[in-house]
């Protein structure tokens, strides 16, 4: 079981079975839904994933084989490729934020006292990644 399952408590949970797994298939998913027209180069989703784009190649690969990202050449430079997120792609993000933002507080935020959620929003207002909802 990958930690992140193990977290939102166990393989067989919601919040691991609403993010159909692969797990690794999650993030590029998750950066293309909030991107314009639900696209990015591979480049960029590589570089926030902090990883490599022959590793996010692989894992786009499975997510085009279950129909929620498509990828195409880039118009503007051909020497591009851009992934999409699909209707199916995004419509399964959707389906699976409220029970990902539950597990999420659930675990990690109700756990904290008001002084750490303070300590956590101003670290997160640094990193500028609060959420408007929270704090």
């Given at each position: 079981?990958?930690?992140?399952?193990?977290?939102?408590?166990?393989?067989?949970?919601?919040?691991?079975?609403?993010?159909?797994?692969?797990?690794?298939?999650?993030?590029?998913?998750?950066?293309?839904?909030?991107?314009?027209?639900?696209?990015?180069?591979?480049?960029?989703?590589?570089?926030?994933?902090?990883?490599?784009?022959?590793r996010?190649?692989?894992?786009?690969?499975?997510?085009?084989?279950?129909?929620?990202?498509?990828?195409?050449?880039?118009p503007?430079d051909?020497?591009?490729?851009?992934?999409?997120?699909?209707d199916?792609?995004?419509?399964?993000?959707?389906?699976?934020?409220?029970?990902?933002?539950r597990?999420?507080?659930?675990?990690?935020?109700?756990?904290?006292?008001?002084?750490?959620?303070?300590?956590?929003?101003?670290?997160?207002?640094?990193?500028?990644?609060?959420?408007?909802?929270?704090?």
């Amino acid at each position: 079981m990958n930690a992140a399952c193990w977290l939102l408590g166990g393989e067989q949970s919601s919040a691991c079975l609403l993010a159909a797994r692969p797990f690794s298939c999650r993030r590029p998913r998750s950066r293309l839904s909030e991107a314009p027209d639900r696209k990015l180069r591979m480049g960029e989703i590589a570089f926030l994933a902090s990883g490599s784009v022959s590793r996010l190649s692989n894992v786009v690969k499975r997510c085009e084989q279950r129909g929620w990202i498509v990828r195409t050449p880039d118009p503007a430079d051909g020497r591009y490729t851009l992934a999409e997120l699909t209707d199916a792609g995004f419509a399964l993000v959707q389906a699976a934020a409220p029970t990902h933002l539950r597990s999420v507080r659930r675990t990690v935020l109700d756990s904290l006292s008001a002084t750490d959620q303070k300590a956590l929003i101003r670290i997160a207002e640094k990193l500028r990644i609060v959420p408007d909802d929270f704090g």
